[in-house]
């Protein structure tokens, strides 16, 4: 689910600002189903804010990424079925900004 906000500002200028919301359902990895290789459950939240000058062929925006810092694996592999795995855990939250030029 997103929501984007869109504000035009009185110098001719743009201010959009994005909040993003994804719910994932346990999910496994292998074609047994086995326990040791699902993905349990999760739910990431990331935002971004971008401003743009009128006429301008450039944006500035900061971002974060997995705001609530949620703890959650991209992937989990069974090597071995029902001894080990191979976890592939998803980033920790994450700022930035970008800039973006357009040619």
């Known amino acids: 689910m997103s929501l984007i906000f869109d504000y035009?500002?009185?110098s001719g200028?743009?201010?959009s600002a994005r909040a993003d919301y994804t719910r994932k359902g346990k999910a496994y990895q292998d074609?047994?189903?086995l326990e040791v290789a699902a993905i349990e459950a999760y739910e990431v939240t990331n935002l971004r804010v971008a401003y743009s000058a009128?006429?301008?062929s450039w944006e500035l925006a900061g971002w974060m990424k997995n705001v609530f810092d949620e703890q959650y694996m991209?992937?989990?592999?069974a090597i071995n079925p029902g001894v080990s795995?191979?976890?592939?855990?998803?980033?920790?939250r994450t700022a930035g900004a970008t800039l973006t030029v357009w040619f």
Do not use: M
């Open 8 to 10: 035009p500002l009185d």
């Open 13 to 15: 200028a743009s201010l």
């Open 31 to 33: 074609l047994q189903n």
């Open 54 to 56: 009128e006429g301008a």
């Open 74 to 77: 991209l992937h989990n592999f």
């Open 85 to 92: 795995t191979n976890p592939t855990p998803a980033a920790p």
